[in-house]
Structure formats: C-alpha cells, structure tokens
C-alpha cells in the first residue's frame, strides 16, 4: 500500500498490525479515487490472534473442560470478548487505537477520522471486519465492484443472492484479502458498507512480511 515510504536508509521496517492491514489493503484504491474521510470499524478476530495458549483454551471449552491455562479472562466459547489488548484512559483499547493510527499513517492522510470496536470471537482461520466508510465524493456501486477486481492482493467474494460473501474459514490459509457484502449506507450519502476478511496469520503477519522483503529486493534497497 505505501511501499514508497521505503528507502534504503531504512534499518527497521514496521509489520502492521494484522487488522490494519487488511482495512487498509481493501481501502486504499477506493480512498485514492474517492477520498475516504470517515471510518467506523468492527472487528470480529480469530483466536489465532491470540496465539497457541488462546487457541487451546478454545478447544478445551469446545470440548467441554475447563480451560487449563485460559488465555482470556473470561470464557471464549460460545462467548465474544469486546476486549483485544490493554484497555486505555479513554475507553479504548491499544488495538483500536492501532488501527486508528496505523490507517492514518499507511494511508497518508492524518485527516481520515478512524473509531473502531476490536472483538475477540471463538473462530479460528481468520479476522472479519465490518466497515463503514465515508467518502468525499460519490461513488457508483458497479464502480466499486470493478476496482476492488483489479486491487493487487483483494478478491471480491459479493454474490448475496448465491449465499456468497467472505467467511473466516474460506479465508484460511491463503494470501487473499476477502472483500464482500458491499452496500450503500441508505442513512448517510457517500457511504459504503463493506464486509473484509483474511488470514491473519498470513496475510496479516507471515506473508505481508515477505511481500515487504521481496520488495525492497526487487527495489534494489538491500
């Protein structure tokens, strides 16, 4: 997305974090076409985020047992937790308030207002994001479809009528970031609904990383 910020003075370069980089992957075509000036974000987020402790506590639960060495501090089957990371002073947790940041930075633009709810859910396979977006300009619907096809890195998964749309386990192992369920927002103009969904161990960790290496070969910049 903003590969250009890297030169070879760089020493150390930052992995977002993996619910940013999805927004932010799906996002960016569409914000540089239509300028993205507000966001409201809820995650729905894989156990996986969490880490082995987090996905064994899960299973555990699923089968019935108490959790030996529970990740959460509350059940996580049958449950979700509105809780990811550290709360802060102003309500927020440090998840949020990175992705709040982060999309500001990865984006260029310090003026895209960004609030998001961060949910731990009792899946496995990775994150869902439902995102509502509002744009400076108008934008066709059709328009949209066709420039989410030709955005390295996005499938489009919208065929409602077919039960088709982006699911956490068909995002599971793969590099794709799944984009579906998109839908103008009938009570604001110039805003889209839209459903995002990707591997978070991949896409949002491992294979981001290699994208970011084979780059700066390719640049030239190591």
């Not at 639960?61 to 937790?81: F, T």
């Not at 978070?200 to 070969?217: F, M, P, W």
Request: proline share 4%.
């Amino acid at each position: 997305v903003n590969a250009d910020a890297l030169t070879k003075d760089d020493k150390i370069i930052a992995n977002p974090n993996c619910s940013t980089i999805q927004l932010v992957v799906a996002l960016n075509d569409l914000h540089k076409k239509y300028q993205a000036k507000r966001l409201v974000i809820s995650t729905y987020q894989s156990v996986t985020g969490t880490g082995k402790k987090a996905v064994d506590q899960l299973m555990e639960e699923r089968a019935g047992q108490l959790a030996s060495n529970p990740a959460y501090a509350h059940p996580i089957d049958l449950n979700v937790l509105p809780h990811i990371d550290v709360f802060q002073p102003n309500g927020y947790t440090k998840e949020e308030l990175k992705m709040v940041n982060e999309t500001k930075k990865i984006m260029g633009d310090d003026g895209i207002r960004v609030t998001a709810t961060c949910v731990r859910v009792p899946v496995m396979g990775g994150h869902s994001e439902s995102v509502n977006v509002e744009f400076a300009q108008d934008f066709d619907l059709d328009e949209v479809r066709d420039i989410l096809r030709h955005t390295d890195g996005v499938e489009l998964v919208d065929e409602p009528s077919q039960n088709s749309y982006p699911m956490p386990k068909d995002s599971h192992g793969r590099d794709a970031v799944l984009v579906g369920r998109l839908r103008r927002d009938e009570t604001q103009a110039n805003t889209l609904n839209m459903w995002i969904v990707a591997d978070n161990l991949r896409k949002g960790a491992a294979t981001n990383a290699v994208q970011i290496a084979e780059y700066l070969v390719a640049q030239g910049l190591v």
